[in-house]
């Protein structure tokens, strides 16, 4: 049975989170377990990060004249290239959010609670 350490509630330095993730990279089969639970989290997950996103101003007036801009270049092949990186650019971002709501998800599961112990 998995019995996780508490995450303690500490800052990482820059060479700390490079190696976690290189051992993460090392080892795929790490992820079945967070795989699961992601899963089984995702209805709330994804309304955790669509909050953050519109309380962060993502989705605001910037991001729609760019979808706008994307969609009506004339050229196919500029149009095209001009929504990959839009969409790279919302992946990358929503990863990001999605990080730092898994980092206070761990954090949040490893508090004590009173009403199980």
Do not use: C
Request: net charge negative; proline share 6%.
């Amino acid at each position: 049975m998995w019995d996780p350490v508490p995450a303690p509630a500490r800052r990482f330095t820059a060479e700390q989170v490079d190696a976690a993730v290189q051992a993460l990279s090392a080892d795929p089969e790490r992820f079945a377990h967070a795989q699961e639970i992601v899963a089984h989290a995702a209805p709330g997950l994804q309304r955790v990060l669509n909050e953050a996103l519109h309380a962060g101003g993502w989705f605001g007036e910037a991001h729609e004249k760019q979808v706008t801009g994307a969609a009506q270049t004339e050229d196919p092949a500029a149009r095209e290239a001009a929504v990959r990186v839009l969409i790279a650019e919302e992946t990358r971002l929503s990863m990001l959010v999605g990080v730092a709501a898994g980092l206070e998800l761990a954090r949040e599961l490893y508090e004590p609670t009173t009403s199980e112990e």
